[in-house]
């Protein structure tokens, strides 16, 4: 195919000396470093990137700035990948996605010719009955309007998160961005800009926003100078802010990071989206909006087209057409959708070029060559609102570029709580209602001309200086007073009877679906978003929100103003999982005893915001496999040490101790006695599962709760936030950070404690399982608990953190004759699964009630309330769905993970929530969720490991190991 590139300065992203070529659809394509997909497929000649959602039509560039799903393309290794923005690599293969047979030829593109027998909701009322129905349906309609294929052996990449503090942070730079901050930097202001493109500039790196095109240029070069050169700015390319949060918190998204960015103030300058005309046709490859085009040419050096014709409501197409004529494109005609002409100074040089101007028409339909890109479109007069006459005009071209007007980039300024308002008169959107420290500058205020942009940002820019405190005496005046200029077209919308309109490119809405749905009784115009599902897609209503709110106006007899547009919510374009899930760096916390770890080889690992030790590698060769199976071993058969400083602490003193514990608690604490713990099982209002810890009573009025390491935060907010309701009597306090600790578990425990206490009676009798004493501990004053969680003999002593590494060296002495070694996280977990204890929020989850965990036992039926009660009851009173099992495996089965399935059949039943090898046992042990008729002692589960290999593994009673509790109690 012809090569279409256009000559320098044309191409600013482009770097010609860097040829690269890569695949698409089986085609060799040549292009350069910094080219799209998109843009290098162009530029061999070749329009049709993809295929639509629904009705399998051809689909090419609309946008050319990732705001839309007409470029959705299959890379080897991610689906749905925007081809207009996906930078080209050396060797890439791209296919399109979506269609049966081939890209050029998809045999399913026939189901548009079905079209009226799937209208807007068809499925909500044709595949509910009979019932199971949607079952049968379901694949088939996921096969044929299926997007991607999902790589599921693909390596996870690399992806993490970092902080970034600044006075302002400025969303998008453009003129009016830059501007802003140039403004508040001069001033000494710290500011960063995020601006998505690989340059700053924005509309001046693509855009001719004056007759001159040197004059853009000149602003251009002079702002890019000033900002990249700017001792107190900080630019991030690449880059998007995708929301924002209470006091301006705002995630912004650069390659594989993720910055949370705490800003003292914030310049919203993200521009404006170009909006569709709504015409026949109107999505075939060739047809796009008018500032693709332009970034075609001036970002990849792309020509996008042989023949032009620009249809209009506005004076930028004016401004466009000469840059195409000045690099070679035909400019056939310029429809105009105004009743009248602009000024002579834009419409006399496309004059003197040959170029025809039409007033007052439109395109009523965009037709279609053999190959589905656009060849002609029909021109018919505006002859009232949305209506044309009865014939028009033919005009050949292979590209059709169009524009209704503006829409502001609203999104981060209503997350933050502000309005967007429409006037019907003027056709304009303005912004209000926004937070302290939020200004906003440029298009997104209904500014086009370079000028009053400009004049915008100094505007926003001395609006923060005030704001910061730094700059009172400066003035804050807007550019100019006065009404702005008609940008935007009020009704681009034209109803053919054949259909085919678009009003949402994303989802495949015609005008026809949207009118439907305001029949079907949907006149709100979030539930029409709800039923028609316009404004779902990747372009999240940027193109579609406001010729949804006109059409919705119109049905409903209501003005767009009432009317509305959908509600905008975080994040602002999709963001994948793995920036979610990536790598965190969050401040972390040591224990006292923290120097000792690492004099001992510890391997560290997070737990909570703490960091604990994992495992010991007492040798250097030894593997964590190894280390793990000896620590836990070396406490069955003597005695171990670990630190458990990192629990939660709570204090509760006062007349109401008891009785608010009783109604926070799902266990009976009234009647608790002194010197006894209890276990302590807290649940929500939800009747879920959410932590748990032991309740130790020191005194009538004074009880010691501990809770988990990474719950106790939450628990402490819980109670205090309880008893603004409840009015006890009773001080909460949270004494995590006062106290360290330690558990000394093994059958030798008794025997080297014993050496530390000379005035307390550790005798069995005098100090039984489950009970708490204060006394002292190698002289240092400690609380002692008599608890079992790792099986054994043991006791958690808790001590002053200032005492911290004493208490552990005492210890460490007095057992150096009896084999006591360190144990960490793992063996812990490890030994507590053998004794199957359940870890709150390893082997529960967002829906865990004590039933399904078999922890009724833990429930306290006969006092009257607790938080949970009665949710918890009417839980258990249905038939169960699923329980946590424990199960066992032989030793050389294949080790099932967390988190890998349990199945019937191929339907998902639970997962393993803990699994290891037992040394104890010589066995593998775990526990995961099954459905209730497979949770019987005896009973056989299926779970599914790495490779897809099958494992059945058998349900047994917990616990593991000494189900008579007899080495805990001696």
């Given at each position: ?180 901050a140039l403004t508040a930097a001069d001033s000494g202001a710290q500011v960063i800009v995020v601006e998505q493109l690989p340059l700053i500039g924005g509309a001046l790196s693509w855009a001719r926003m004056a007759a001159e095109a040197q004059q853009t240029e ?753």
């Amino acid at each position: 195919m012809t090569q279409k590139r256009l000559a320098a300065p044309m191409g600013r992203l482009i770097d010609r000396r860097q040829p690269l070529q890569f695949t698409f659809e089986g085609e060799q394509i040549s292009g350069f470093a910094g080219d799209s997909i998109a843009s290098a497929v162009i530029a061999s000649g070749r329009h049709l990137l993809s295929r639509s959602f629904k009705y399998h039509r051809p689909r090419g560039v609309l946008s050319m700035f990732g705001q839309d799903a007409n470029t959705l393309v299959q890379l080897t290794d991610e689906p749905n990948v925007l081809a207009d923005v996906q930078p080209i690599a050396q060797g890439l293969t791209v296919t399109g996605q979506n269609y049966n047979g081939s890209l050029d030829n998809d045999r399913d593109a026939k189901m548009q010719l079905f079209s009226r027998f799937m209208p807007v909701g068809f499925y909500y009322r044709a595949f509910y009955k009979p019932k199971g129905m949607w079952k049968r349906w379901e694949p088939l309609i996921r096969r044929k309007a299926g997007l991607g294929v999902l790589n599921l052996k693909i390596e996870a990449a690399y992806y993490d998160k970092a902080y970034l503090f600044c006075d302002v942070l400025v969303v998008g730079g453009g003129p009016a961005g830059l501007q802003a901050a140039l403004t508040a930097a001069d001033s000494g202001a710290q500011v960063i800009v995020v601006e998505q493109l690989p340059l700053i500039g924005g509309a001046l790196s693509w855009a001719r926003m004056a007759a001159e095109a040197q004059q853009t240029e000149q602003v251009l070069q002079f702002m890019t100078s000033r900002v990249e050169t700017h001792p107190n700015i900080r630019v991030l390319l690449n880059a998007t802010c995708n929301g924002w949060f209470k006091d301006h918190y705002l995630p912004v998204i650069q390659g594989q990071r993720m910055y949370k960015v705490r800003a003292t103030s914030s310049v919203i300058a993200a521009g404006a989206y170009d909006q569709p005309v709504i015409f026949r046709n109107n999505d075939l490859p060739g047809v796009m909006l008018t500032s693709a085009a332009q970034r075609l040419m001036q970002h990849y050096g792309v020509k996008p087209g042989q023949r032009a014709v620009l249809l209009t409501g506005n004076d930028d197409a004016y401004l466009a057409a000469l840059m195409m004529h000045e690099q070679g494109v035909t400019v056939a005609a310029i429809i105009d959708l105004r009743t009248e002409l602009p000024s002579a100074a834009l419409t006399q040089p496309l004059q003197r070029a040959g170029i025809e101007l039409i007033a007052n028409a439109t395109v009523y339909e965009a037709l279609a060559a053999s190959a589905g890109q656009v060849s002609a479109v029909e021109v018919r007069s505006i002859v009232g609102q949305g209506k044309v006459a009865a014939s028009g005009k033919r005009i050949e071209c292979d590209l059709l570029c169009m524009s209704a007007g503006y829409m502001p980039a609203w999104q981060l300024p209503c997350q933050a709580g502000g309005k967007l308002s429409y006037d019907d008169a003027s056709a304009s959107f303005t912004l209000s209602h926004l937070p302290a420290g939020m200004f906003t500058a440029g298009s997104i205020n209904g500014w086009h001309t370079l000028e009053e942009v400009v004049q915008d940002g100094t505007h926003a820019g001395r609006m923060v200086l005030q704001q910061l405190g730094i700059n009172n005496n400066i003035s804050t005046l807007p550019p100019k007073q006065g009404e702005k200029p008609r940008i935007n077209h009020p009704w681009p919308i034209f109803a053919h009877p054949k259909g085919k309109e678009f009003v949402d490119f994303d989802e495949d809405l015609q005008i026809n679906d949207i009118i439907n749905a305001t029949k079907h009784g949907y006149r709100d115009v979030q539930l029409v978003k709800r039923f028609s599902t316009v404004g779902m897609g990747p372009s999240q209503g940027r193109h579609s929100a406001l010729p949804t709110a006109r059409l919705v106006a119109q049905a409903t007899a209501r003005s767009v103003s009432e009317t509305g547009v959908t509600t905008a919510r975080p994040p602002f374009s999709a963001e994948s999982l793995a920036h979610l899930a990536g790598r965190h760096f969050d401040p972390w916390r040591v224990t006292a005893i923290h120097q000792r770890h690492l004099a001992l080889q510890a391997q560290m690992m997070p737990a909570g915001n703490w960091l604990r030790p994992g495992w010991y590698q007492t040798v250097p060769a030894t593997d964590k496999k190894t280390a793990v199976q000896a620590e836990a071993l070396n406490v069955r058969n003597n005695v171990g040490l670990i630190d458990v400083s990192t629990l939660g602490g709570i204090e509760l003193r006062g007349p109401d101790a008891a009785e608010f514990l009783n109604r926070l608690y799902t266990f009976a604490f009234i009647k608790q006695p002194v010197g006894r713990t209890r276990y302590a099982l807290m649940t929500n209002e939800q009747g879920v599962v959410i932590d748990d810890g032991v309740a130790c009573r020191l005194a009538e009025n004074h009880f010691y709760v501990t809770a988990t390491t990474s719950g106790v935060a939450r628990v402490y907010q819980s109670m205090l936030q309880w008893n603004t309701r409840w009015r006890l009597d009773v001080d909460i306090a949270n004494v995590s950070s006062a106290w360290a600790a330690v558990n000394l578990a093994g059958p030798q425990s008794r025997k080297v404690l014993s050496k530390l206490c000379d005035e307390l009676d550790l005798s069995a009798e005098a100090f039984p399982y489950l009970a708490c004493r204060e006394g002292k501990v190698a002289g240092i004053p400690a609380r002692l608990l008599r608890v079992g969680f790792v099986g054994e003999l043991g006791y958690e002593i808790h001590v002053p953190t200032r005492y911290g590494q004493a208490l552990w060296d005492a210890l460490m002495q007095a057992g150096s004759n009896d084999g006591i070694k360190p144990f960490g996280v793992e063996a812990q977990r490890l030994l507590r699964l053998e004794k199957g204890h359940v870890i709150i929020g390893q082997d529960t989850d967002g829906m865990s009630h004590p039933g399904e965990i078999s922890m009724s036992w833990a429930v306290n039926r006969v006092k009257p309330e607790f938080i949970g009660r009665r949710a918890i009851d009417i839980l258990e009173s249905h038939p169960p769905v699923r329980k946590l099992v424990a199960f066992t495996l032989p030793a050389a089965s294949p080790l099932p993970l967390e988190g890998h399935l349990v199945l019937e059949g191929e339907r998902i039943t639970g997962n393993v929530t803990s699994c290891e090898y037992s040394p104890t046992l010589k066995a593998i042990i775990g526990m995961s969720y099954a459905s209730a008729d497979r949770a019987t002692p005896g009973d056989s589960i299926t779970i599914r490991t790495e490779g897809g290999r099958d494992v059945t593994a058998l349900v047994v009673k917990l616990p593991f190991y000494d189900a008579e509790n007899q080495r805990q109690e001696l």
